[in-house]
Structures are given as C-alpha cells and as structure tokens.
Nanobody, 119 residues
C-alpha cells in the first residue's frame, strides 16, 4: 500500500504563490501516475494536474493552466504543485493521489492540505 503525505498549504494573499509537495512511500514511485485534486466546500472534487514519471510528462487542467504546474523528483519520490497568481476561488483542500500505471482508479490518497486565498 502506498502512502501519500501532502505539505505546503496555508494562507496566501490574492496574487500570491504556493508550492505543494507530496511524498510517496511504501512502493516505488515509478509504478504510479500521480495526481493533484482539490475540493472546496459544496463543490465536486476537481482534478488539477497529473504527473507521469517515465517518460516524464504532465497534464494540467484547462481551469488552472497557465497558473499551476506540476513536477516530480523521482529520487525523492516527491511530486509538486506550483500555484501562481492565486485567487480566492482557489481556496480548497488540495489532495495528492496515485493510481497504478495503466489503471483508471485513483485509489491512494493523501490527507490533504488546506489552501486559503484571502486578503
């Protein structure tokens, strides 16, 4: 069973930036596709970005493209979500998730980290 732990959330002013980190342990990171999701109160969970270890590739949702990017460090089994030009609508709990390569279900989740964008 893989374990995911997010960090890096917090309170930021509009226009600011945050970098979220997700550490994977328990199994080889290269076995998984990594994802970043968020969920705000009363809203559905939203897939923001996916990171593919090998070959290295990323996918970013249109809703955050141009502001959010994802990257990874396989040596440290970490993935990152860089969030720039944050707006109050980005306020949500952000989750890291993993799915076994070639499968559809995101079946491993971190506990989430809260991001609040407010002045």
């Amino acid at each position: 069973q893989v374990k995911l732990v997010e960090s890096g959330g917090g309170l930021v002013q509009p226009g600011g930036s945050l970098r979220l980190s997700c550490s994977l342990s328990g199994r080889a990171a290269s076995l998984y596709t990594m994802g970043w999701f968020r969920q705000a109160p009363g809203k559905e969970r939203e897939l923001l970005a996916a990171y593919y270890w090998s070959p290295s590739a990323t996918h970013v949702a249109d809703s955050v493209k141009g502001r959010f990017t994802t990257s990874g460090d396989i040596a440290r089994s970490k993935v990152f979500l860089q969030m720039n030009n944050l707006v109050p609508e980005d306020t949500a709990r952000y989750y890291c998730a993993a799915k076994f390569r070639g499968t559809q279900d995101w079946n491993s989740w971190g506990q989430g980290t809260q991001v609040t964008v407010s002045s």
